[in-house]
């Protein structure tokens, strides 16, 4: 016999009569998602739960990123690495839930696009704000970390290198540069996946524009001092160097 849905919606619709659900604003909060009865087709619930809470992680994030630039400008790097380190974590999170609309298939993605009006992920508040907030930690950094030792990126990371705070710091926030390109590269695979690369957007626009902002980056000073490293290091020992494996070895 087959579960009787109505008590099942009813439980989960939430009615902030108990504590635990005061403090959630549970009612509220399971009001944000279409009713059950008004869904397009058994994906929709999981497609627009899964960017809501994408939202919210961006909105934790946000302001997770404002208190590191504070601590940053204090020139706290213990708090700093731990709040990076949270920010860090939030976009693994983002980056793994993505996966679950992979279980979405195409065809019923069809069917839900015809819900989003002209919708794009460009205009996600939270992902406009994370553009812009992500890049204004560099100042705070070299202001904070760099500019009162006459540092520069490449002493820290090499002539004098101490593995300090100020490389404590920087590494954080190379890791959380690359959150976020590793996200935008994700995203794009799920395009791949649901409507498929070389499509229309819904402003009409080619998706493969999506490529080039998923080459943004957050700190290039901190991604550049390592090909200069390499390259320097490449000009000293040479280049190609004789195979390990004695002469005549293929490289
Ligand atoms: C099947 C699922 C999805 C599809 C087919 C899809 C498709 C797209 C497309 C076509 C664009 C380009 C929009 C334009 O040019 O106006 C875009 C952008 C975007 N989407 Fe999605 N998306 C999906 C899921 C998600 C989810 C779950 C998130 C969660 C945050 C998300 C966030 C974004 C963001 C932030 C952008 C702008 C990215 C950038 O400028 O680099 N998308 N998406």
Request: hydrophobic fraction near 35%; include cysteine.
């Amino acid at each position: 016999m087959k579960i009787d849905r109505k008590p099942v919606y009813e439980a989960l619709r939430g009615r902030n009569s108990k504590d635990y659900e005061i403090y959630l604003n549970c009612e509220k909060l399971l009001a944000c998602q279409k009713d059950f009865d008004e869904l397009c087709n058994e994906d929709e619930l999981q497609f627009q739960i899964v960017h809501q809470v994408e939202e919210l992680w961006m909105k934790l994030l946000n302001y997770t990123l404002l208190n590191v630039h504070d601590y940053m400008i204090a020139g706290n790097a213990h708090r700093t690495t731990t709040l990076l380190g949270r920010c860090n974590q939030l976009v693994r999170l983002m980056i793994q839930q993505l996966d679950l609309l992979e279980t979405m298939s195409p065809r019923e993605y069809q069917q839900i696009r015809l819900q989003l009006g002209n919708g794009s992920g460009q205009e996600s508040p939270g992902f406009k704000t994370l553009v812009s907030l992500g890049p204004r930690l560099w100042p705070a950094f070299e202001d904070a970390f760099l500019k009162p030792e006459k540092r520069t990126v490449r002493s820290v990371y090499d002539t004098d290198y101490a593995h300090d705070d100020a490389y404590v710091v920087a590494e954080a926030m190379i890791e959380f540069d690359e959150q976020m390109q590793l996200f935008r590269w994700h995203h794009i695979f799920l395009i791949h996946r649901s409507i498929g690369m070389g499509s229309a957007s819904l402003k009409g626009r080619s998706v493969d524009l999506l490529q080039k902002g998923a080459k943004q980056r957050f700190y290039p000073a901190l991604w550049d001092v390592r090909v200069e490293m390499t390259n320097e290091w490449g000009g000293e020992y040479g280049k190609v160097r004789p195979s390990i494996g004695g002469e005549g070895e293929a490289g």
